[in-house]
């Protein structure tokens, strides 16, 4: 098992590296000078080159790579241009929240998919059955950023159960568990939801049908096992493809929330990073993807190896 | 030892032919082909058949949109800004600069469908050629392709999508470069797992062994194996692509105003959910309502692939 | 004759004359490489040091269990793998070398495996699966697509309404006539076949053989029989070859080979052929030990763990493949002259 882990290690680096490399590459693909967004537009040409020999930007290509990866494995993700603040902090406390509301998001779709998607692959072509497929199509078709609109719509601006945007009630940038802040998490977890409760709802129903219609099952129930035996089976089958595919979704709403915490304004990596493209902050829009792109490197990494720990069937050597 | 091979002696070997396929005289019996009977099979799914209906419609009144809206769609009022539902000069309202909704999403629909669809196109094709040779060649070559296509997979496509674009910069064409490059690795890995599948079969052994160049046999045998499921699975891309496209543009990321497109409208009416929500609301119905039609009528095009045995 | 209607006599592609063996293979090496958890490199022997020679013009029959090697034994032959170490003369010329390049050899020389749907393209019809290789050699399409008609024609399948199907439309039976038909489309001299008829039902099977011993006689093929089923072997074999964990242990007519076995492997495998005779049951298994393992073979002759008849002296040295009979060579010191077996025949005895 050490030497599955290891192995996958030594297989990830080669990416990681690569990661960094394109996360490198993106902000120099901009077109225009990135110092612009710094720079009076009547700086001389002085100014200009000091500047630039600042950032480092007058050196080669692959040079400021070198420099600016050891600085990174160093902790330091330089300082954001618009905010003058460090990039690391501003990046940490926006992953922290975007954690907070990809993991709850997570967690309701991935109970409400396994619940659905187990109803479905038990009762084949029912009713249910289709109610979960419609569900999943749904949740898979659905443009996740407009589902938030209209639950603003809806439960802000008609309802005015809920708070329609921001992450707390005095616009805190920092989201605490306390029964003031839970409203506000609302609305986005449960839009951010649907995307993986789709995929979930369908990969365990196309699990649960398979394995119930496998031979073992017959043998199972024909010894004489119960109702309630016969699904501890099928759970313990399933498991392990449903949580990796939980995880993977987990991975996906971490770097793929920007759109929803735009319309909500809840202050995450999305919506840092949102900022950071307008702005043109180089260093935060690189520090951000960096780190993003990294989170889900490992969390592919986790997904493999708990997989493989779940899975007897998959090979270790 | 010998006996003679007769036609009795072969009704033993059961064959799987049934009284229609009776070879009237003189004519040869030519069955329907693959894609005859994905076809066959497809025409008789109702749901897929009334999403393809759905696209076929959206298709057309996007190619029309610019001789059959009913108003201009550029042209705006600031006193007749959002109007609601139901209004009589504006039936589906107007938005926040006065523009009728019909006439903008009529237009919108072209470039959302152009920008949907497009990355997806390109991404086929260079996905597919990547996938295949990788698949087919294996060793190396399929090494140092497929980690490379797993760099880029180790981003969220969603994450990869607004790097590329905040990159690059907005407009339609950069926006369609930088779906294609979230598409491209994903294809090529369905490309890479269906040929190496296939490599391995005996019928490509037998074709390696009546001294065929790997090139003529890439050509007649495996395209024809894998072509069907790397398009199958392409088109359940396109929905995704629409949103992520119409995504870019919400983000300002994409179509520059004053182009009509779904996302961007969404963006721009943002601030009017509280006037008139329902308008606010329409493009979003849009492209989730062709969203849902190319994800269905892409399950029943695999449905209706699967060989049955 | 040839497989095709006006097509040229096969035999004026010979060489050498029925003296000189159609097919030569001498030093056959092929080890594969396997990663084992510990991390040590260690060899599947799949076949390590076979010979044989194939004549013109007879069915030799190659028997041995899962893992003795026949089958990679066919890839090698066929150029599938690549072979490790070991000549392969076809008609006396080398092949690979310039005189019998791969491309020449595969034309001369064809395959029909074991499952008849893997293969075939399931998405190519019957009849443009066996004019695929007359096409990719040269031949028009119109006359490949003849050629394919008239060889359909000739393995019993009706080319009116076959031509036209499709390989999941079919039977097995059928399939496997289609893969004999493709196999001849490229007018081969000699045709392996890989378990051919292993996977077809038994009626179904002796129909099958009966085409393949018509079509040998009436095109003058040369025949490599692979299976592991002993009866099919003796019924279409002229000579029969038995491998065990990648070597030869017997090989002779196949009479003297099946009726009365020189190696105690074979007769091992004769006796444990389950007799329909209820008054002749199989009390005890012939067999005894446990099942070879390939990646670490046991010393000396392979075969003497398990062997009723081993010595001391058959865990030390490998036997060769000597005669015994003409034509009828056996690895085993038992009946080797002066091989040092208790059991070995007294050279000054042997004719």
Not at chain 1, 186 to 209: D, E, F, K, Y
Not at chain 1, 215 to 229: M, N, Q, S
Not at chain 2, 60 to 65: E, P, S
Not at chain 2, 178 to 204: C, W
Request: net charge neutral; charged share 15%.
């Amino acid at each position: 098992m050490l030497l599955y882990i290891l192995k996958r290690l030594v297989y990830v680096t080669p990416v990681a590296f690569g990661v960094s490399v394109v996360c490198f590459l993106l902000v120099h693909l901009a077109p225009g000078d990135p110092l612009s967004a710094v720079l009076p537009a009547d700086a001389t040409q002085a100014t200009i080159d000091e500047m630039r020999a600042a950032y480092g930007f007058d050196k080669p290509l692959p040079v400021q790579y070198a420099i600016w990866l050891w600085h990174v494995l160093h902790g330091d993700l330089g300082i954001s241009i618009a905010t003058g603040r460090p990039v690391l902090g501003e990046v940490s406390r926006a992953v922290v929240n975007s954690l907070i509301l990809a993991s709850v998001a997570t967690v309701i779709g991935f109970t409400f998919g396994t619940l659905f998607g187990f109803v479905a692959g038990y009762h084949r072509n029912s009713l249910a059955d289709r109610a979960a497929s419609a569900l999943s199509v749904f949740g898979v078709s659905v443009p996740h950023y407009w589902l938030g609109m209209v639950l603003v719509i809806v439960f802000s601006a008609t309802l005015g159960w809920l708070p329609p945007t921001g992450a707390g009630p005095d616009g805190s940038g920092n989201w605490r568990p306390d029964f003031d802040h839970l409203r506000y998490l609302i609305l986005p977890a449960v839009t951010m939801s649907v995307i993986p409760m789709g995929i979930i709802a369908r990969t365990v129903r196309a699990l649960v049908a398979d394995i119930l219609s496998q031979d073992f099952v017959e043998a199972l129930r024909a010894k004489g096992l119960d109702e309630r035996g016969v699904f501890r089976h099928v759970v313990r089958n399933a498991a392990p493809t449903a949580l990796a595919i939980m995880g993977l979704q987990l991975g996906y709403l971490l770097g793929g929330s920007i759109l929803v915490e735009t319309v909500f304004a809840w202050p995450g990596t999305g919506f840092l990073l949102n900022a950071a493209i307008f702005q043109r902050d180089l260093p935060l829009l690189q520090g951000s993807i960096l780190v993003l792109a990294m989170f889900f490197v490992v969390l592919n990494l986790l997904v493999d190896v708990m997989q493989t720990a779940l899975d007897p069937r998959i090979e270790r050597a | 030892m010998t006996a003679p091979v007769t036609a009795a002696s072969m009704a033993l070997d059961g064959g799987l032919l049934t009284a229609d396929d009776a070879a009237p005289e003189g004519a040869f019996v030519s069955s329907r082909g693959f894609w005859g009977h994905v076809g066959h099979r497809l025409v008789r799914d109702p749901v897929a058949m009334g999403a393809g209906a759905v696209i076929l419609l959206v298709v057309i009144v996007a190619i029309l949109a610019p001789w059959i809206t009913p108003m201009d769609p550029y042209k705006g009022s600031m006193l007749r800004r959002l109007k609601h539902v139901g209004d009589a000069t504006y039936w589906l309202g107007s938005d926040e600069l006065g523009r009728d909704m019909i006439s903008r999403l009529m237009l919108g629909a072209r470039l959302s469908l152009f920008i949907g669809v497009t990355p997806v196109l390109i991404a086929f094709v260079i996905g597919s050629g990547i996938g295949i040779l990788a698949g087919y060649v294996g060793g190396w070559t399929n090494t140092i392709l497929m980690r490379t296509i797993d760099v880029f997979f180790a981003f969220p496509s969603v994450l990869l999508a607004i790097a590329l674009s905040g990159a690059l910069g907005a407009g339609i064409f950069n926006s369609i470069v930088s779906l294609t490059f979230v598409f491209v690795p994903q294809i090529a890995r369905v490309a890479e797992s269906v040929t190496t599948g296939i490599r391995r079969r005996d019928y490509i052994d037998a074709a390696k062994l009546s001294g065929a160049s790997a090139l003529t046999i890439m050509r007649v045998q495996v395209l024809g194996n894998v072509v069907g499921p790397i398009f199958v699975y392409s088109t359940s891309l396109i929905s995704v692509s629409m949103i992520l496209a119409s995504g870019l543009s919400f983000l300002g990321l994409g179509v520059r105003p004053p182009e009509p497109e779904w996302g961007l409208m969404l963006n721009t009416l943002r601030t009017a959910i509280y006037v008139n929500p329902v308008v606010a609301a329409l493009p979003g119905v849009c492209i989730f309502v062709v969203s849902i039609a190319f994800n269905l009528f892409s399950d029943g095009l695999r449905a209706a692939m699967e060989i049955r045995q | 004759m040839s497989v095709i209607p006006d097509g040229h006599d096969p035999f004026a592609r010979d060489r050498g004359g029925p003296a000189q063996p159609l097919l030569s293979v001498s030093g056959l090496y092929k080890h594969f490489p396997v990663r084992k958890a510990g991390g040590k490199k260690q060899v599947v022997r799949a076949v390590d040091g076979v010979d044989f020679d194939v004549l013109k013009g007879e069915t030799l029959g190659i028997v041995g269990e899962s893992g003795c090697g026949k089958s990679t034994t066919a890839k090698l032959l066929m150029g599938l793998i690549e072979r490790d170490a070991g000549g392969l003369l076809y008609d006396g010329q080398a092949v690979g070398e310039r005189a019998m390049p791969w491309r020449s050899y595969r034309r001369e020389v064809q395959m029909v495996f074991q499952d008849s749907y893997a293969s075939l393209n399931p998405r190519m019809t019957v009849e443009q699966s066996i004019a695929f290789g007359p096409k990719v050699n040269g031949v028009p399409g119109r006359e490949a697509v003849e050629r394919a008609r008239a060889l359909l024609a000739r393995v019993g399948l009706e080319p009116r309404r076959f031509a036209g199907r499709y390989p999941h439309e079919i039977s097995g039976g059928q399939r496997q006539r289609v893969n004999i038909a493709r196999a001849l489309a490229l007018e081969p001299r000699l045709v392996l076949l890989d378990e051919a008829v292993s996977a077809l039902d038994k009626s179904v099977e002796a129909q099958v053989l009966n085409l393949l011993l018509d079509l040998k006689a009436e095109f003058g093929l040369t025949y490599i029989f692979i299976s592991h089923d002993l009866n099919v072997v003796r019924f279409i074999s002229d000579r029969v070859m038995v491998m065990y964990l990648g070597r030869v242990s017997e090989i002779g007519p196949s009479d003297a080979v099946l009726d009365a076995p020189a190696h105690p492997y074979t007769e091992a495998l004769m006796a444990s052929m389950p007799s329909l005779d209820p008054d002749n049951r199989t009390a005890v298994a012939l067999l005894a030990g446990d099942p070879p393992n390939p990646i670490d073979p046991p010393s000396g002759c392979r075969f003497h763990p398990r062997c009723p008849l081993a010595e001391e002296v058959c865990g030390v040295t490998e036997p060769p493949l000597d005669g015994i009979r003409p034509l009828h060579r056996v690895a085993c010191l038992a009946r080797q002259p002066g091989s040092g077996h208790a059991r070995a025949p007294n050279p000054a005895l042997a004719a």
